[in-house]
Nanobody
Framework: QVQLVESGGGLVQAGGSLRLSCAAS????????IAWFRQAPGKEREFVGA????????QFADSMKGRSTISRDSAKNTVYLHMNSLKPEDTAVYYC????????????WGQGTQVTVSA
């Protein structure tokens, strides 16, 4: 069973950038689709973006299109979420999650990493 650990969160000013990491163990990421979600206080969890098990195909929520990319380093078994032009409304706990290849059921989750964007 794959396990995920997020890192890279922190405090950043509006307009800044962050790179979040999702490191996997217990399984190879080329067997999984990896998605990023976020949850702000008092709000429901929402989809941010995802990368296919092929490590190439990505998709993003409308709110993140044009200012985010997702990449995978197979040698490090790690997926990255790069976010640019950050806004205060991007403040949330960010989670990565894994679904088996061919599935969209994200059953394995990391513990989350806090991103805070100051105005």
């Amino acid at each position: 069973q794959v396990q995920l650990v997020e890192s890279g969160g922190g405090l950043v000013q509006a307009g800044g950038s962050l790179r979040l990491s999702c490191a996997a163990s217990g399984g190879l990421l080329n067997n999984y689709n990896i998605a990023w979600f976020r949850q702000a206080p008092g709000k429901e969890r929402e989809f941010v973006g995802a990368i296919n098990s092929n490590g190439i195909s990505t998709q993003f929520a409308d709110s993140m299109k044009g200012r985010s990319t997702i990449s995978r380093d197979s040698a490090k078994n790690t997926v990255y979420l790069h976010m640019n032009s950050l806004k205060p409304e991007d403040t949330a706990v960010y989670y990565c999650a894994a679904a088996s290849r061919g599935s969209t059921k994200y059953g394995t989750w990391g513990q989350g990493t806090q991103v805070t964007v100051s105005a």
